[in-house]
């Protein structure tokens, strides 16, 4: 068995995608909806699909904005609450792309320890009596890239502390809707949405390719969000977000939720089960949906070109450090022992034997 | 009659857009690629539409970028080449949301005065001796907003001037196709492609509503440029644009381009005739082909509060305002006389009624 084995990226695997139902959609949107679908305009995003959500989440049109996908949406975000100087907070590590985008707007990351149960809220307070962020950004439900979730207590603290200091709060939560097992927490939106911004997609629920991505925030936000959206890119590409509108309106969505469910569970199982079973000695986070098993690996690992060694036995592994932003109190961060192990795009099998190479190369 | 008459803005009419043609390019292309259109990934653009482009245009794969509109390329763009303190120069007046672009990027944004056959050189020669600039944005066919297209001698001395003094020109051409008369000049890249990035989209030639544009520059330009697309959307939206390389594969580009310029020909002749008969006294340019005709009006014109006296006589105009850049030699502009007309949009009948409204007011 030398096929090469993936463990790297976060996405959905082809059999995930609804392509038929899709393309009727496309059909009903482009043929219901001409003058619309196919002209310039609908700069907060196409409104039926702005309404479906202001529905669910029990918001106005005027909180929603739907655009090319969530993560241009956190870049126009950063550009419009990131002044010369500012701070951002993430939990440490977190997705790689938004410290990224973060500094490339001209923002300090600076990253506040996870634990097993969300943000560290000591750690949090303490970074606070130093600065106060412009936005602290949060993975609350199965985090990227570590799988953790933000316990109720701790989203209750964090609405009071953003409420307190006044910085806003991103949540992001792309993969919420996928939990495997356990009872879902609040959003922290539904503590108090007054400094609350929530970023989710499609692209877990339906396809990444179709970049639709959404913000719920208070109206004064979304329109100075939109306003700068609407000088970078005019108006959104409609077909795809008129095409996921009509998927939602044809109760498509939840059992499509479902069938993607049942497609990972096995393999959230049987990640779980390798990690357990051939690295014991790691520290790892086990999460109750999503996307995505993380490790600590002991300190007596052997680390050095891991990456290397992986790609010699088949194995394509992620390196730690990019989800790593500057730590908040100085203390060294363990990226190089740091594992982010995606199981949604590889089968079991695949999962069993990735994870025993991985621990013969320790 | 009393119905209101928009000459406002560059958009095709509903009845312009090819809806069934493009329900069954979208199936097409969902149903015939779905591991790439429905994925993340074709960050650069969805490979067989760039491949399409590099045969249109004879470049490579790698001098080819497509992605969610022209204006988002234009953006990241001048994101890339504009640094501190620099300088962008433009037509004077030019497209509005390219000198919007420009100044959030941090540029300078300088206008050069157009002349009926393009940009003045001598102008551009003059403003060359005080400031190099990052680029030269020129729309070189039926020119946003006055219609003007360059000649070919220009063309070629601009060419020269930007490998001479080393900047970089944008060519715009998204109306290029749309020529109702007259012979088409060569494109600036073919005279010399080195300093060259040539913008266009499908928006005027089957749909704003796809976001479809691309960018042709040498490869290591498209590379960077590439790689802060990535970091600001992750991937394109892939089904539209897959669902136009379905159209062109098909062979229904051209002949959609030739029933829009059956439906826009009477249109553009109209409003050429309705300027030379009611406004005899205002400098017009009636263009060969593309959106836009416009006038500046006499110095005598009454232009105080115009929009406002227009809309009270069921006319709606844009101001001229938001066209002109800085002048390059402090010289005041004639912005409060300057009309854009766009004429695709609105019937024969309509253009020849509000021309005939906009001459009253005066």
Same mark, same amino acid.
């Not at 989203?155 to 009872?183: C, H, M, S, T």
């Not at 700068?228 to 109760?251: C, H, K, M, N, W």
């Given at each position: 068995?030398?096929d090469t084995?993936?463990?790297?990226?976060?996405?959905? *695997?082809? !059999?995930?995608? *609804?392509t038929?139902? =899709?393309?009727?959609?496309?059909?009903?949107?482009?043929?219901? /909806?001409?003058a619309?679908?196919?002209?310039y305009?609908?700069?907060?995003?196409?409104?039926?699909l702005?309404? !479906?959500?202001?529905?669910?989440y029990?918001?106005s049109?005027?909180?929603?904005?739907?655009?090319?996908?969530?993560?241009?949406?956190? /870049?126009?975000?950063?550009?419009?609450?990131?002044?010369?100087g500012?701070?951002?907070?993430? !939990?440490?590590?977190?997705?790689?792309?938004?410290?990224t985008?973060?500094?490339?707007?001209?923002?300090?990351?600076?990253?506040? @320890?996870?634990?097993?149960?969300?943000?560290?809220?000591?750690?949090l307070e303490?970074?606070?009596?130093?600065?106060?962020?412009?936005?602290?950004? =949060?993975?609350?439900?199965?985090q990227? @890239?570590?799988g953790?979730?933000?316990?109720?207590q701790?989203?209750?603290?964090?609405?009071?502390?953003?409420?307190?200091?006044?910085?806003?709060?991103? !949540?992001?939560?792309?993969?919420?809707?996928?939990?495997?097992?356990?009872?879902?927490? +609040?959003? =922290?939106?539904?503590?108090?949405?007054s400094?609350i911004?929530t970023?989710?997609?499609f692209s877990?629920? =339906?396809? @990444?390719?179709?970049?639709v991505?959404?913000?719920?925030?208070?109206?004064?936000?979304?329109?100075?969000?939109?306003?700068?959206?609407?000088?970078?890119?005019?108006?959104?590409?409609?077909?795809?977000?008129?095409?996921?509108?009509?998927?939602?309106?044809?109760?498509?969505?939840?059992?499509?939720i /479902?069938?993607?469910?049942?497609?990972?569970? *096995?393999?959230?199982?049987?990640?779980?089960?390798?990690?357990?079973?051939?690295?014991?000695?790691?520290q790892?986070?086990?999460?109750?949906?999503?996307?995505?098993?993380?490790?600590?690996?002991?300190?007596?690992?052997?680390?050095?070109?891991?990456m290397?060694?992986?790609? /010699?036995?088949?194995?394509?592994?992620?390196?730690?450090?990019?989800?790593?932003?500057?730590?908040?109190d100085?203390?060294?961060? *363990?990226?190089?022992r740091?594992?982010?192990? +995606?199981?949604?795009?590889?089968? +079991?099998?695949?999962?069993?034997?990735?994870?025993?190479?991985?621990?013969?190369l320790?």
């Amino acid at each position: 068995m030398t096929d090469t084995i993936v463990f790297t990226r976060g996405v959905p *695997p082809t !059999e995930a995608f *609804p392509t038929r139902q =899709l393309a009727e959609c496309f059909t009903a949107a482009l043929e219901g /909806d001409t003058a619309v679908v196919l002209q310039y305009g609908q700069q907060q995003g196409y409104l039926p699909l702005r309404q !479906e959500l202001a529905k669910e989440y029990r918001v106005s049109e005027a909180e929603v904005l739907v655009g090319n996908g969530s993560l241009h949406l956190q /870049d126009l975000l950063a550009a419009h609450l990131i002044r010369p100087g500012a701070v951002v907070f993430t !939990e440490q590590p977190s997705y790689d792309r938004a410290i990224t985008t973060f500094r490339r707007r001209g923002a300090r990351v600076v990253g506040i @320890p996870l634990e097993s149960d969300g943000i560290s809220v000591q750690h949090l307070e303490a970074a606070l009596k130093k600065d106060v962020p412009a936005f602290l950004y =949060l993975v609350p439900d199965f985090q990227n @890239p570590a799988g953790a979730t933000l316990s109720r207590q701790k989203r209750q603290r964090v609405v009071e502390l953003a409420n307190q200091y006044g910085f806003w709060v991103l !949540e992001d939560i792309p993969y919420r809707k996928l939990r495997f097992q356990g009872e879902e927490h +609040p959003l =922290l939106r539904e503590f108090d949405a007054s400094r609350i911004v929530t970023l989710s997609s499609f692209s877990k629920l =339906l396809s @990444p390719g179709l970049r639709v991505g959404f913000m719920l925030a208070p109206a004064e936000l979304i329109k100075a969000v939109t306003k700068l959206e609407e000088d970078t890119v005019l108006s959104p590409v409609l077909p795809s977000q008129a095409a996921v509108a009509e998927f939602i309106r044809r109760g498509w969505l939840q059992p499509n939720i /479902d069938k993607l469910k049942a497609l990972y569970r *096995p393999r959230w199982e049987a990640m779980g089960n390798a990690v357990r079973r051939h690295l014991p000695g790691a520290q790892a986070f086990i999460p109750d949906g999503g996307f995505f098993v993380s490790v600590i690996l002991p300190e007596a690992a052997r680390t050095e070109n891991l990456m290397g060694r992986a790609k /010699d036995q088949g194995l394509v592994l992620t390196p730690g450090g990019p989800f790593f932003a500057d730590p908040h109190d100085g203390q060294p961060v *363990p990226s190089a022992r740091f594992l982010r192990l +995606p199981f949604c795009a590889v089968t +079991p099998e695949q999962i069993e034997e990735g994870v025993r190479r991985l621990a013969s190369l320790l």
